[in-house]
């Protein structure tokens, strides 16, 4: 109940704060595009730099309706991954990945039970899903999860790994990403959302990459599904290097714009700019180049009091881990030069407290009420 009231006040104090016929005409898509960079000097010292397009309809992420519909109601499959991650699991190398990960069955007694109840599991979709991808993949082997470190490993979001999953690992020949994301886009996207741009055009540039990767999830929520297109880059051993931080840097973009498919109506939340900086010490955000949107804090979380303005959120503006949001507003693109700001370590007699809860960034299910307070609040284990 209490997420409720938090979701309901929110809204709430956005709504008031918005022109009343801009927030009457605000609408929340299906489509979602999201930016995302991540400065991560605690644990790998690398900078990662993605974009993710994702849907919760079967039109703008092209799975067929049967096999969507026969993985949500299994009831065990907690989602199916398809990547080019290199290591996507222990004991694989240099080579892509279908993981069809299943909950594992409590009546299961050893480990051999395990790994057979998940094999006929995951054996009842894989040519499906070899049919879906043009892929050839054969199962390599049975993983069963005891920590999170996949879900951490593929940078992808959902009920990827943790005790309690089993993951049934079928292997297939490594492509490049730029071949895989051209392929698995021209499969899924349909034409209308390609030729958009947007974020999509970002995600097609950065595929070129030596160190970019692409991830497709399905995960079964509820009555359907969240599908998602990740690609992601790695900037190896560059998170201590940066002070003056320009997320389109890594983005490889002068500008970044909207998507065209959002043209024809007013969906403010549906792009989004996500930056974190997670950091052993205290670090702290000063000149900001780009416009600070005003917020309102409710239940310790910080709001847009006005989405029609363009602008950052930042919580907190200092830590150990820092969270920022750009949102659009009424603007359509914003330009390389207007998302710059500085990252300095803070000077304080007492360190903050690490929060582990907001290191997970990665985006989960997006449904109804639910997506405006995702973009607004970000993940939270």
Known sequence: MKGIAVIGAALFVILI???????????LA?????????????????????VTLQSTSIQELRIPAELEQRIREDGRVQSVIVTNQNQCILGVVDEACILINVARDTNDKGITAIQQTTKDVANSFIDEINEVFDTDAKLHSVFIHTDDKSNVALGTSGAISGRGTVSAVYTMNMESSDSMFDKVSAILIPQVI????????IAKNLSRD?????????????DRSLMQLKLSVDYPNQADKVKKFSPLEFLQVEQIKRSEYFSQGNYPL???????????NSEI??????NIVPTQVIDDEKFPTDISKQGWIFDPESGESIQAKYIFGQDKLVSKDNLVFTIG??????????DESIIVLIIIAIVAIGAALFYLKGYKK
């Open 210 to 222: 030596d160190n970019a990767r692409v991830t497709f999830s399905l995960i079964p929520v509820n």
């Open 270 to 280: 549906n792009s989004i700019i996500q930056i974190a900086i997670l950091s052993p």
């Open 194 to 201: 390609r030729e958009s741009g947007g974020f999509f055009d």
């Open 17 to 27: 704060g918005v022109n009343f016929g801009y927030a009457q005409d605000m609408r």
């Open 30 to 50: 299906t489509f979602q595009e999201t930016a995302q960079v991540i400065v991560d000097r605690s644990i790998s010292q690398n900078v990662t730099a993605s």
């Open 285 to 290: 955000i000063s000149d900001i180049k780009g």
């Open 345 to 354: 370590e803070e000077i304080k007699e007492s360190q903050v407290e690490f």
